[in-house]
């Protein structure tokens, strides 16, 4: 356990700072998306360190659902979390005057709802234990309100930039506890979501994938580095950051 320090990590070498042994960390969303990936990497440094990987079932809507897997997982880490990465979250695709109101709303309750009180329960429990932490929450590209005309997703930006706009607050509560709070926005990443833009969503993809400058989709590993470093102390500094992670789509289109 890294004891709280509010002058710094001293004279920590830079590789050590990136050293996640000893710590556990909470993921949400780890069934599909993005989570996976950062959780079979948790899951290989366990395996060489020789610690276990726990999973339960919650649903992040129902606070009843909620607070008993997260209960479930303490428990069965032996009673002690440093973190969390809450990744669960769905996409709705539809222009406003066909929206449903019962599809718009859940996309709602598991994007922000979801987020908010997974960090909530976290956070109390990083208080109550005298705890240091960091919180990685997934924002999207699509906070920053591109891509009007590209893919109608105006309740899911909405909910993503909610989510982005969480961070400067409760970096601002949480820090005088050495609590961390910092958001990913990603770009265009191969997941099963990403994956329905087929047939006539086709030149939606080829959009994505040709307009940034990189000239390629972003894949779940592009993402856990950062996930990785921000839940390390080598971030011990960052907090109520929003961190892209695009392929420069965030910088405009590629020039060809």
Not at 126 to 149: C, D, H, M, R
Not at 242 to 253: E, F, K, N, Q, Y
């Amino acid at each position: 356990m890294t004891t709280f320090n509010p002058r710094g990590l001293g004279d920590v070498k830079v590789t050590d700072r990136f050293d996640l042994t000893g710590k556990n960390f909470l993921i949400t969303g780890g069934g599909g998306g993005i989570a996976p990936e950062p959780v079979e990497e948790f899951k290989s440094l366990g395996d060489r360190y020789g610690v276990k990987t726990f999973y339960t079932r919650g649903d992040v809507t129902k606070q009843d659902s909620l607070e008993k897997a997260f209960t479930e997982c303490i428990d069965a880490i032996g009673g002690q979390l440093h973190g969390a990465l809450t990744a669960a979250g769905i996409v709705m695709d539809t222009p406003l005057l066909d929206a449903d109101w019962e599809i718009t709303q859940r996309v709602l309750n598991v994007n922000v709802m979801g987020t908010y009180w997974t960090i909530k329960l976290l956070a109390q429990h990083l208080v109550e234990t005298k705890t240091p932490g960091s919180i990685v929450a997934i924002a999207s590209i699509n906070a920053q309100s591109l891509y009007v005309s590209v893919q109608p997703k105006s309740a899911h930006n909405a909910s993503k930039a909610a989510i982005k706009g969480l961070m400067g607050p409760l970096a601002g509560e949480l820090g005088q506890y050495g609590i961390r709070v910092n958001c990913i926005s990603p770009g265009a990443i191969q997941t099963p979501m990403l994956a329905r833009l087929q047939g006539e969503k086709r030149a939606i993809l080829d959009w994505y994938e040709n307009g940034a400058p990189l000239q390629r989709l972003g894949v779940p590993e592009d993402l856990t580095p950062m996930v990785c470093y921000l839940l390390s102390d080598a971030a011990a500094f960052t907090t109520g950051a929003d961190m892209l992670v695009t392929g420069g789509l965030h910088a405009g289109s590629a020039l060809k």
